[in-house]
C-alpha cells in the first residue's frame, strides 16, 4: 500500500500501518523479544513466590525470606555495573551466553538445593539453606546479564524510525509475561501440586524458561546492524579492559548529564519499587489477608499490554522527553487517590465502609500508576540508549542503573519505618472506628510519597535543555566532539611544553 493509500484510507487500516515499522527491524529483533519474553516468564513467576519459597519449601524464617528476596534484587542491582562493559567487549552472544549459563546454574541450585542437601548430603534444613543462599547470589550475577544484553539488543536491531515502536515492544513483551506469570503459572500450579509442592513447581518451571530464552540466543546474528553507521569493528573492542571502559565513560560529559538526569527522576522510579516493598503490606492492612492480591498484581500489567497496543501509533507522534515528563507526571499523580481520607470515597454510591473506599482507591491508583508507566518506563530505555556512544551502549545501559541501586536500599529503610509507623498490623480497626488523625494514617505516608513523586517531573521540567535533551543522539555527538578537540588541544599544549624544555 502506497503512503497516499495509507493516509487516506479508512481509520483501522491507517491505525495498522504504523505497526509496519517493524519490518525493517529484521528476525534479530523478534529472536531478542523472545528471549525478552521467556527470561521475563521465569523472572515474574520466580518474585511473586519468592518469599514464599524460601519460608514455606527451604525453611527459612519470617524475617529471613524476605531478606534474602531483597538481597537478590540488591545482588542484581551491584552486579549490572560490571557486565555492561563485558558485552561492550566481548559482543552479545558470549555475554548471552556467560549470563545465562549463572542464571540457569543459580536458579537449578535454588529449586533444588534444599532437598539435595537434606536427601543427597544428609544435611538439616537449615544447613541446606546454605546452598540456597549460595543459588541466589549465582542467580542474582547471571539475572544481571540480561537487561543491558538486551536493551542493547533492541537498539542494534531496530532502525531509528522504528526504534520507539521496537523500544514499546520490548516492554510489551515484558508485561505480557508478567500478566501471564501469575494467572496462568503461578495459580495453576499451586492450585495443583499445593500450596508447599507447588512453590517447587513454580520455581523449576521457570528455570525451563531461562532455558528457552538461552536457545533463542543462539539463533542472533550479533554482526547484524539495523542502522550500519552504528557499527563497530571487532578490532576496536578487542583490546579494551572493563575497567578502563569504566573509568573512560564516567568520565564522559555525556554519561554525566545522563546520570544528572537520572537522580533528577528517582522521586517517581522510587513509586515502583512501592508494588513489591510497601504495597502488600499495605493492601492487608487496610482491607484484610482476603486481599485480592494476584488479581491487582496482574491488573497493572494488563493496562500496560492493553494500553501499548492501542496507543503506540499515538505515542509515537510525540517527542520522548515529552513522553517522559508526561508519564512521570501521571504515575506521581496517581499517589493523590491514597492521600486523600477514604472517607472521601463516600460520595461515591454504593461505598459505605473504609474497606470499599481502600478498595476502590487501590483499584484507582493501580490504573492511573500504570498509564503513567507505559508513557514512561519505554521511552526511558530507549533514551538511554540514544545518549550512549555506539561502542558503549552496554556499559550506558549497566552503569545508568547506579541511582537506582542507591535508592533501593533508602527506599526500603524509608518503606519500612514508614509502614511500621502509619501503616502497622492493627491499624485497619482503629480507621474503621474512625480513631485516627490524618498524620497517623497510612494516608500521611502516601503524602509523604507523593511529594518526593512530583518532585522528578517539576524538576526535568525546570532543567529541561541542561541534562535532558529533545535530540540525544545529536547531543552526545556534539559534546563527543568538544571531548576530542579539548584532548587534541591539551596533547598539542603538552608537546608544546616539552619542546620548550
Given at each position: ?13 491507517r491505525?495498522f500501518?504504523e505497526?509496519g515499522?517493524?519490518?525493517?527491524c ?5 529472536l ?10 521465569a ?5 511473586i ?7 514455606k519449601?527451604c525453611g527459612f524464617?519470617?524475617?529471613d ?11 542484581l ?10 558485552c ?24 533444588l ?11 538439616s534444613?537449615d544447613?541446606?539453606r546454605?546452598?540456597?543462599?549460595g ?5 542474582s ?6 537487561s543491558p ?5 533492541i537498539r ?18 515484558m ?14 500450579l499451586?492450585?495443583w501440586?499445593?500450596?508447599?509442592d507447588?512453590l517447587?513447581w ?27 553507521d ?6 576496536e573492542t ?5 575497567l ?14 545522563l546520570?544528572?538526569?537520572?537522580l533528577l ?15 502488600p503490606?499495605?493492601?492487608?492492612r ?23 497496543i492501542?496507543?503506540i501509533?499515538i ?9 517522559m ?7 506521581a ?8 481520607p ?31 508507566e ?44 514508614l ?25 500521611f505516608?502516601?503524602?509523604i510519597y ?6 522528578s ?5 525546570l532543567?529541561?535543555g541542561m541534562f ?5 543522539e545529536?547531543d ?13 588541544a591539551?596533547?598539542v599544549a603538552?608537546?608544546a ?5
Amino acid at each position: 500500500m502506497s503512503d497516499t493509500n495509507t493516509k487516506t484510507g479508512n481509520p483501522i487500516t491507517r491505525y495498522f500501518s504504523e505497526f509496519g515499522v517493524l519490518k525493517e527491524c529484521g528476525k534479530n529483533f523478534w529472536l531478542t523479544n523472545f528471549i525478552q519474553f521467556f527470561d521475563g516468564l521465569a523472572y515474574f513467576t520466580l518474585i511473586i513466590v519468592f518469599a514464599l519459597f524460601l519460608n514455606k519449601y527451604c525453611g527459612f524464617r519470617d524475617a529471613d525470606a524476605p531478606f534474602w528476596v531483597g538481597m537478590y534484587t540488591l545482588f542484581l542491582s551491584m552486579f549490572v555495573f560490571a557486565v555492561g562493559t563485558i558485552c561492550d567487549i566481548i559482543g552479545l552472544k558470549r555475554t548471552y551466553a556467560i549470563g545465562f549459563a549463572l542464571l540457569i546454574t543459580g536458579r537449578a541450585i535454588l529449586g533444588l538445593g534444599s532437598d539435595f542437601g537434606m536427601h543427597m548430603l544428609g544435611l538439616s534444613q537449615d544447613s541446606s539453606r546454605y546452598i540456597v543462599m549460595g543459588g541466589i547470589a549465582i542467580m542474582s550475577f547471571g539475572s544481571a546479564f540480561m537487561s543491558p544484553c538486551i536493551t542493547t539488543s533492541i537498539r542494534r536491531f531496530t532502525t531509528k524510525r522504528a526504534r520507539p515502536t521496537g523500544f514499546n515492544f520490548y516492554y510489551l513483551f515484558m508485561n505480557i509475561g508478567a500478566l501471564l506469570a501469575g494467572f496462568a503459572i503461578v495459580d495453576p500450579l499451586l492450585a495443583w501440586k499445593g500450596d508447599v509442592d507447588g512453590l517447587q513447581w513454580v520455581v523449576n518451571l521457570g528455570t525451563c524458561c531461562s532455558v528457552c530464552a538461552f536457545i533463542f540466543t543462539r539463533f542472533i546474528n550479533e554482526d547484524f546492524f539495523a542502522e550500519p553507521d552504528e557499527k563497530v569493528s571487532r578490532h576496536e573492542t578487542s583490546n579494551r579492559r572493563p575497567l578502563k571502559l569504566i573509568c573512560e565513560v564516567a568520565k564522559e560529559r555525556t554519561f554525566q548529564k545522563l546520570i544528572v538526569f537520572l537522580l533528577l527522576t528517582l522521586g517517581v522510579r522510587l513509586v515502583f519499587t512501592l508494588q513489591f516493598l510497601v504495597m502488600p503490606q499495605y493492601y492487608t492492612r487496610t482491607i484484610g489477608d482476603d486481599f485480592q492480591l494476584g488479581f491487582m498484581n496482574s491488573l497493572n500489567p494488563f493496562v500496560i499490554i492493553t494500553g501499548l497496543i492501542v496507543i503506540i501509533p499515538i505515542i509515537n507522534k510525540f517527542s520522548t522527553v515529552k513522553l517522559m515528563i508526561s508519564g512521570m507526571s501521571i504515575s506521581a499523580a496517581s499517589l493523590i487517590l491514597m492521600a486523600i481520607p477514604p472517607q472521601c470515597y463516600f460520595i461515591v454510591p454504593g461505598i459505605t465502609t473504609i474497606s470499599q473506599a481502600y478498595y476502590v482507591a487501590i483499584f484507582l491508583q493501580i490504573l492511573v500508576f500504570a498509564f503513567g508507566e507505559l508513557l514512561f518506563s519505554p521511552r526511558f530505555s530507549e533514551y538511554v540508549a540514544r545518549v550512549a556512544p555506539k561502542d558503549k551502549v552496554a556499559s550506558y545501559m549497566s552503569l545508568s542503573a547506579l541511582p537506582m541501586f542507591i535508592a533501593k536500599p533508602i527506599n526500603g529503610v524509608i518503606g519500612g519505618l514508614l509502614v511500621s509507623y502509619l501503616c502497622y498490623d492493627g491499624i485497619a480497626a482503629k480507621m474503621d472506628t474512625m480513631h485516627i488523625d490524618f498524620w497517623h494514617s497510612p494516608e500521611f505516608m502516601w503524602t509523604i510519597y507523593l511529594i518526593m513523586a512530583v518532585i522528578s517531573p517539576l524538576a526535568i521540567i525546570l532543567t529541561k535543555g541542561m541534562f535532558v535533551t529533545e535530540n540525544p543522539e545529536a547531543d552526545a555527538k556534539k559534546v563527543s566532539d568538544e571531548e576530542e578537540q579539548e584532548q587534541a588541544a591539551e596533547a598539542v599544549a603538552e608537546e608544546a611544553a616539552l619542546e620548550n624544555e
